[in-house]
């Protein structure tokens, strides 16, 4: 579905992506894990058309559209929920996630939408005229992944959806994600917490200073060496009993 | 706004302005003796006090990175105090004339130190707001004509008239050209690409500003004295009139701003094309010069001087 | 004693001070989209008024009406001027498109202005209609039929803006766009696109209040700067970010000027305003119900 070949971004002046080739294909769920400032978020950004790639190819369904504007992009079913959910804080839930539905397709469809993320996250229903900068760390980023599915997504992006969450939290939205690629949806996630994210993930790439260090299945990564030393080792003690 | 280009590093460039300069210099200290044509003598006059007007706008704008809408303040001080120590207190026109610099310096002291915090277009609007009331108090103020008293009347000579606005132009110039090259110059400069970085790095960014605005104030001060000197009947608060401001932005940015030869060429460029293009209807110059300005900020910004080298670039390719 | 003289003077401040809110909704909206401060807006102002000045003078149409035609008109003046001026600053750095636009601003005004000289001259101009010396009159107090109407049509502009911004989607377009364009574009909306409309809107309120400014008062060609600062001081009064806190700053600075004349005298009116400007820029930029601090 989603083909990225030798891509090359610069962000600020300075190259953060050198080089990088990945696939996504329709129905998978794709982590991306590596250190902070690897350039996680800037490939997102480049593929979701904030940030045109210097050379290189990205290319959906066949078609290249690493030069195509952000709201085009959209347009094609590629949405992306950005690091730090970038809500409109002065409108409410309500608003937010009409914004969501805008283009042309996604309008058509916006009730039906909105229904069903109203299931999905019920606290939204509840919290509909409220302030968006007034809700909970959670409940942001489950507005944020909400808004994002009003935009009929065919391809979803999220660039560290748990940042900042606790944990508890954090299971509930990957839950989430579970059942949203069980729907249809084909997911690109790029992530810090590596545990969580390679247990959802059906396969995984390592960025590593803006080159891809290492590929393969969710469980493949799991069990590597390397993976085990560097990114599983981040979670701490108290995260692991929490979690038991 | 691009950063300025960077001041002629190749040893034959380095000569030849400053050649052109001083034969430009020796040419306009002769020409009252050659000519006795009003209207020629009335024209390099304003070129003169043009420039001297424009280079001193740049010295904050180009150099230091602030834009000032309110130019027209300091040319008005300068302007009323030169006037009045002169023609009302019977001062000797030099000391009037230097207290009106001085003025126009304290007047900017004393409104640039609250106006500094304000960061990038506030201070542009700000500084016109606090331009425009003044223009308006002293309208309020003196609503009477200024005139010459009989005595200056009957001696009125074009001449040193001519003299002082060339002296000054001179003078704003030298100082333009000196500035960059003392140790004042480096702090002025980081402030104007990274104010923050400037700060972090230890420059006192306030008082570097200031400095600058000192120096701009005094000139744009001495160039209202100018003023006050050649007019012989005025309202005062003409001086205080915005258009001097603009008149002054148009010129440096037309011409090249931050750069040395900039507000000369611009200014130079603006008083003989109004002057040529004031037989037409209306004002028709202020539209150009508006176009020309608007495509120097789109497409040129270095200006008249930018374009020159541009085109002595591409001649020499063709060689 | 005698209030009535208090009372009127106060009423007309209100008048004049809706006006001043008209003035300035068009220069807020733009500023809180597109984040460029156009220092020609007083010029676009006085194209709108020079339109219906032109209507009404050669083919008799009350201004009022004429707004209809006016408005429109100056949306295009504004979809040609960003496509052609300000959309090339768009793409900068924040504050290099800001200077930028600054610069373009006042570049701009100066050809309008002259613009305006060739087309009307200097002379001044003002629309006296049948009914522009009558008013009713409550309780001794004067309450003109031109100033009422400006009144009521710029609070229903100011209304009619704010119901496009808050239940249209292209109106929650443009209020996402100011608030976050990565995020809007992000939702599938085209910001340039949106840039191109909320200028053109803007333009356009400047030529309501232009209209409105024909009626009670003189259009000339030079009066785009007075404007253009009026419209300064209220959008910084107000801060950014509420279409009705521009409305009522507008209003609010209409009444100060009013009171201001007791104490400094008529003459002085306008500075009353500058000084207003420059203190709230000093002490609380974010101004009185902005909400956002710089």
Known sequence: ?????????????????????????????????????????????????????????????????????????????????????????????????????????????????????????????????????????????????????????????????????APLVVRDIFEVLRQINRDGVTLLLAEQNARMALELAHRAYILEQGKVAGQGTGPEMLASDHVRRAYLGYVTAGEEASEK | MRTAPPWPARAAERFTGPAVLLILIAGALVVPQLTDRRDTITLLFLVFLYIALAQSWNLLAGYAGQINLGHAAFFGVGALVTRDLWTKEDVPFAAAFLAGGGAAVLFALAVGIPTFRLRGIYFAIGTLAMAEALRITVSNLRPQVTALPAQALATYDLEPRYYLALGLAVCTVLVAFILPRTRLSLGILAVREDEEAAEASGVNALAHKLAALVLSSFFAGLAGGTFAFYHVSYYPDRPFFPIWTFDAVLATFIGGVGTLAGPIVGATFFIVVRDRLAVEVQEVHQAIFGLLFILVVLMLPGGLVEAWSRARRLLRRTR | MNLEPIFQNLVYGLFVGGLYGMAAVGLSLVFGVLKVLNVSHGELLMLGGYVSFTLFDAYGVDPFLSIAIAAPLLFLVGLGLHGGLFRWVMRLHEEAKIKNSLLIGFGLALVLENLALRVWTADERAITTGYSGEGVTLAGIVFPYTRMSGLVVAFMAVMLLHLFLTRTYAGRAIRATSEDWEAASLMGINVQRTYVVAFAIGTALAGVAGTLVSLGYTIAPSIGLAWTLKALVVVVLAGLGSIFGAFAAGILLGEAEATSIYVFGASYREVVGLVLFIIVLLLRPQGLFGRRVR
């Open chain 1, 1 to 165: 579905m989603l083909e990225i070949r030798d891509v090359e971004v610069a962000y600020e002046d300075l190259q953060a992506i050198w080089g990088v080739s990945m696939e996504v294909a329709a129905g998978e769920i794709v982590v991306l894990i590596g250190p902070n400032g690897a350039g996680k978020t800037t490939l997102m950004r480049a593929i979701a058309g904030l940030q045109p790639p210097l050379r290189g190819r990205i290319v959906l369904d066949g078609a290249p559209i690493q030069s195509l504007a952000a709201h085009s992009i959209v347009e094609r079913g590629v949405v992306l929920v950005p690091e730090g959910r970038r809500l409109f804080a002065g409108m409410s839930v309500y608003e937010n996630l009409l914004l969501g539905a805008y283009t042309a397709k996604a309008r058509a469809a916006q009730a039906k939408s909105l229904q069903r993320v109203q299931e999905v996250f019920p606290i939204l229903a509840e919290r509909r005229d409220q302030a968006a900068g007034t809700l909970s760390g959670g409940e942001q980023q489950m507005l944020a992944i909400g808004r994002a599915l009003m935009s009929l997504p065919r391809l979803l992006l999220l660039d560290e959806p748990s940042l900042g969450l």
